[in-house]
C-alpha cells in the first residue's frame, strides 16, 4: 500500500518522480483498512529535504500509511519558509491528544550544547513523556536518539575530538532482532555528529539491547522494549547527496572536515558518491512498520493503555 501526504507536500512530487506509490484521500478513503498514523516530529533545519527521506522509506512499505508533520512550538525554524510550515506542519500541542501507531523524532544539529540548553528541551521532554502513552512504536535518530536515551535513562553524550563523518561498516549483533530480519552480517550506514553514546554508559539492567554497533563508531543502534523505543544513533534514512553537501557546507564555511571515507569513489569529492546504504534503509524501516502493524492496537484510542 502507499504512503498519505498532502496533495501539494514538495515531497510528493519527488516520491512520483522515484516510483514510490503516493495515494490522494479519496484513493485512500476506498480501501477497507486503518491506515498506519504515523507523526514526523521534524527538528532538522531543511525541513524539505527531511521530509522527503523519511516518506521515501515510509512509503516503500506494503501498508497504508498517514503521515502526520509536527513541528514544537517552542522554536521557530530559520532555514524552512513560514508558508510551508503553516501549510503542512502542526505543533505538538495541536496533535497531543491524537493516538499514533510510530513516531519519529528527527536528529537535530545542537549536539554540543547541553540537552538542557537547548531552547525547546521542555516541550521535548513532554514529547517522550507523551509517546509513552499515545504511541505505540518510537523511532528516534541521531541527535533525537541521544535525547530520548538520556531522557528515559540518563544516558550522557560525549563530546568528540573531531566530526565522525562518513560511510562506516557496521555489524548485525542480534540477527533474531525483528527490527534487523534480512539484514546482513556487515553493512555500511552514513554518520554525522559531534557527539557520541559510549557502550559503558549504557545501563545493564534497563532492557537494552544493543543490534547494530561499528568498530569505528561505537553504538548505532538501541532496542528499548520497556519505553518501545528504538534509538538509532547515525543516518540510515540519509539520501546518497547529504553527506556530500554537508561536506561541501564546511568546506565552504571553513570548518575544518576530512573528506568522508567509503563515500566519494576513489576519495575524490569530484566524482559522484556511492550510496552503500540504500536498501538496508527500506529494510530497516520496513521491519520496523511491520512489527508496528503487528502488534499495533486495531482501536486507535487503545494505543499506550
Known sequence: MPIRIPNDLPARATLDAEGVMVMTEDQAARQDIRPL??????????KVRTETQFARLIGATPLQVELTLVKVGGHTPKNTPEAHMLAFYQDWEAISERKFDGFIVTGAPIEL????????????????????????????????????????????????EKKAFGVFRHRNLKPASP?????????????????????????????????????????????????????????????SLSLAEEYRRDVDAGTPIDIPPNYFPSNDP????????????????????????????????????
Not at 504515523?38 to 527538528?43: D, R, V
Not at 528516534?140 to 560525549?158: E, M, R, S, Y
Not at 558518491?273 to 486495531?298: C, D, K, V
Open 37 to 46: 498514523q504515523i507523526g514526523l516530529l521534524n527538528l532538522m533545519p531543511n
Open 113 to 160: 550544547l547541553p540537552f538542557e540548553d537547548v531552547n525547546y528541551w521542555e516541550e521535548l521532554t513532554r514529547i517522550f513523556d507523551w509517546t509513552q502513552t499515545n504511541v505505540h512504536s518510537l523511532l528516534t535518530i541521531c541527535w533525537g536518539a541521544q535525547a530520548a536515551l538520556n531522557h528515559f535513562h540518563g544516558v550522557p553524550k560525549h563530546a568528540l
Open 179 to 239: 527490527f534487523l530480519r534480512g539484514f546482513s552480517d556487515d553493512f555500511s550506514i552514513p554518520v554525522s555528529r559531534w557527539t557520541e553514546v559510549r557502550r559503558n554508559d549504557i545501563p545493564a539492567n534497563h532492557g537494552l539491547e544493543i543490534l547494530m554497533d561499528s568498530t569505528e563508531t561505537g553504538p548505532c543502534l538501541i532496542s528499548d522494549e520497556a519505553h518501545r523505543a528504538l534509538y538509532m544513533f547515525n543516518h540510515i534514512e540519509y539520501d
Open 270 to 305: 569530484a566524482r559522484t558518491p556511492e550510496n552503500r546504504w540504500r536498501s538496508h534503509a527500506y529494510l530497516l524501516f520496513g521491519n520496523w512498520i511491520n512489527e508496528m502493524y503487528q502488534t499495533t492496537p486495531y482501536e486507535l484510542e487503545n494505543i499506550g493503555g
